[in-house]
């Protein structure tokens, strides 16, 4: 028993003087070479060049003007919006449109435009559309300037869950910009693993700062979740002439 204890406190002496060794060779070290224990070189992140008001050289345009290749109908076949100098506009009555790509997580570029509202349009009337991440998670697109609705519904918003942080729109006819950074939920199976979180930028302003979201977004309803994996992205006919332009998106992956 005593030749046991003996041998602890060995141990635990020669613990203490390689600690202290260490610390006295730490002490010994130039600032540099302490700064070096703690620089990491691997790995390195590709290169990725951005120039302003381009997309980034590793983004997948989705509509530049020119056509709809990248989109087709969520009813099947062609998507039937119309393409005019330089502009997608939804064309009422022809039904959602949806990338033909399927996406996780990403950086999406949106820009949009309502147009000039109609004396009676109100609230969600105020030509009204919708980016959906995955088909199912909404960020409602709207005038909402000057315009009174319910907060979880007006532009910017995560449709139904939540409310922006404040109301960046800008007047109809004017162009306005969506950064939207998506984080696709988790699913083991059935299980909800990891839920979505979602951080938006109106027109250069954080709207929505890293929202959980509490499943899909639902016009009636509470949300739920319910396992899929990547899917594409989707633009909303609600029987108003909003139009888009310079959509293009980043796949966020890990480093390798």
């Known amino acids: 028993m005593y030749k046991a204890m003996g041998a602890a ?6 613990t203490f003087s390689v ?16 700064a070096q224990k703690t620089e990491v070189w691997e790995p390195v992140p590709p290169k990725v060049t951005a120039e302003p008001g381009q997309p980034p050289s590793d983004a997948t ?15 099947g076949g062609e998507a039937k919006w119309t393409v005019e100098d330089g502009v997608l506009t939804v064309k009422p009555g022809t039904g959602d449109i949806k990338t033909k790509q399927s996406f996780c997580d990403v950086q999406l570029h949106v820009e949009w435009r309502a147009p000039k509202p109609e004396a009676d ?7 009204n559309s919708g980016v959906f991440l995955q088909q ?30 404040v109301n960046a729109t800008r007047a109809p006819e004017q162009w306005q ?3 939207i950074i998506f984080t696709a939920p988790r699913f083991d199976g059935d299980e909800l693993t990891s839920p979505a979180f979602v951080t938006v930028l109106h027109n250069g302003v954080v709207v929505q700062n890293h929202y959980e979201l509490t499943g899909k977004t ?14 594409p992205i989707q633009l909303q006919d609600h029987s108003n002439e909003v139009s888009f332009r310079n959509i293009w998106v980043r796949e966020i992956k890990p480093l390798k």
């Open 19 to 34: 600690a202290g060794d260490l610390m006295a060779a730490d002490d010994e070290l130039e600032d540099w070479q302490k």
């Open 218 to 231: 639902e016009w009636i309803g509470a949300p739920s979740y319910e396992a899929h994996g990547c899917a």
């Open 177 to 179: 910009e969506y950064d």
């Open 9 to 14: 406190v060995a141990v635990a002496l020669g």
């Open 61 to 75: 345009v989705l509509f530049d003007g020119t056509d709809l290749s990248a989109w087709e109908s969520v009813q």
């Open 121 to 127: 349009m109100e609230g969600q009337e105020r030509n």
């Open 136 to 165: 199912r998670y909404e960020i409602q697109v709207l005038d909402s300037h000057e315009s009174n609705t319910y907060p979880n519904g007006q532009a910017a918003s995560v449709y139904k869950q939540s409310i922006p942080l």
